[in-house]
């Protein structure tokens, strides 16, 4: 709907990243800036805030701050996760959804996150538009297991994947000084798509990686990793780095976490991941005597901004400036996206993807760049990854110590 002119509620929702804060700054900074945009708000954690009528007034925050929100890691306005029922079974939410929209007179809305946020944002543009009340929805794409459908690559990504190339380069190096048998296996985050753990292969390039990598894409055999380790030792001076992710299964789609644990489940039904490490190091050392480490990167792959990716900081804030721009000119019911443009030269172009077909839609890691046997990716995947983790994007320092933005937070009243 074009000509709209009304409040803005910018919102975030999921597990957070390194550079998810960068979204909220290009979303206030378009939003700030636009006169079809009367107030300018960010809904404290996620459609809860919404519900909750907790509104902060990104007005009345130093413009100093909210630039640094670009370098500040996690969620600003506070996430959540919260899955709205389908409207068809229960639309108490949506209703009250539109008694605030009302209230404060909001035709924009965007929502930052990844699948799950997708549909919750899809859902609530459906029931919009059902319901008459014009309000331009976009979704703001996030998450660091560059699942989401539709894009090339997710914010988020880049530099989630070059902290984890790095710090497993680090832990290699680490892991092999003495001259005594050692296994390491590192965990990456990742459920169903194992581009997280798939970034370890970066760390080859300067001859660093692992020596194995295990996908989610891929059944997992715990005999034959053992055989796989044994064999590397063989060969390696009785040393090997193993990466692998958090979602790996067997043929009868069993979590290997799942075998020590059933394990928790979150507000979305999904088994929650972890300990995945430290149970094939256990269970490495019983079979070989060799000492072994289990090392778990957990939340430190997703919050690591001083190694965040300046090709991922600076495009993350331009989709969410493309965000607005699209809603102002009349878009909704979209998700911002990147194209990447054919050549040899990176660069992207940003489009807009229907809401639809992001929400709850994942997308794996071609199986064609899983190769020896489950145990390795191939160049292909350095090819598609290097571009994104190009230069630095780092806080400023205060005190020797990064300086991230501090929020006033003022509640509407």
Known sequence: MKDLKGALVFAQSGGPTSVINASAA???????????????????????????????????????????????????????????????????DYKRILEVFKKYNVRYFFYNGGNDSMDTCNKISKYLQTSGYDCNVIGVPKTIDNDLFGTDHCPGFASAAKYIATTISEISLDAKVYDTPMVCVIECMGRNAGWLTAAAKLACINGEGPDLIYLPEIDFDLDKFVEDVKKVCAKNNNKCIVAVSEGIHNKEGKLICELVSEGAKDSFGHTQLGGVATTL?????????????????????????????????????????????????????????????????????????????????????????????????????????????QGDAKAPLENGLPRFAKLKKELVK
């Not at 954690?45 to 100093?64: C, W």
């Not at 901004?305 to 993350?316: F, G, I, N, P």
């Open 281 to 389: 190091a256990q269970m490495l050392k019983e079979k070989t005597g060799f000492k072994t480490r289990g090392i778990e990167l957990s939340l430190m792959q997703r919050c690591g901004q001083h190694l965040a990716s300046k090709v991922d900081v600076e495009e993350t804030f331009t989709a969410g400036k493309k965000a607005v721009e699209a809603a102002v000119a009349g878009e909704t019911d979209r998700m911002v996206c990147y194209e990447r443009k054919a050549g040899d030269k990176y660069e992207i172009e940003y489009k807009l993807l229907p809401l639809e077909l992001a929400a709850n839609t994942e997308k794996q890691v071609p199986l064609e760049w899983i190769i020896n046997d489950g145990t390795d990716i191939s160049d292909e995947f350095i090819k598609y990854a290097l571009p994104l983790i």
């Open 26 to 92: 290009g979303v206030f900074a378009a939003g700030l800036a636009s006169d079809k945009i009367t107030e300018v708000y960010g809904a404290a954690h996620g459609i809860k805030g919404v519900l909750d009528e907790n509104f902060y007034d990104i007005s009345k925050e130093d413009a100093k701050e909210l630039e640094l929100l670009k370098y500040t890691p996690s969620s600003a306005m506070g996430s959540v996760r919260y899955k709205l029922k389908d409207a068809s079974v229960d639309d108490t």
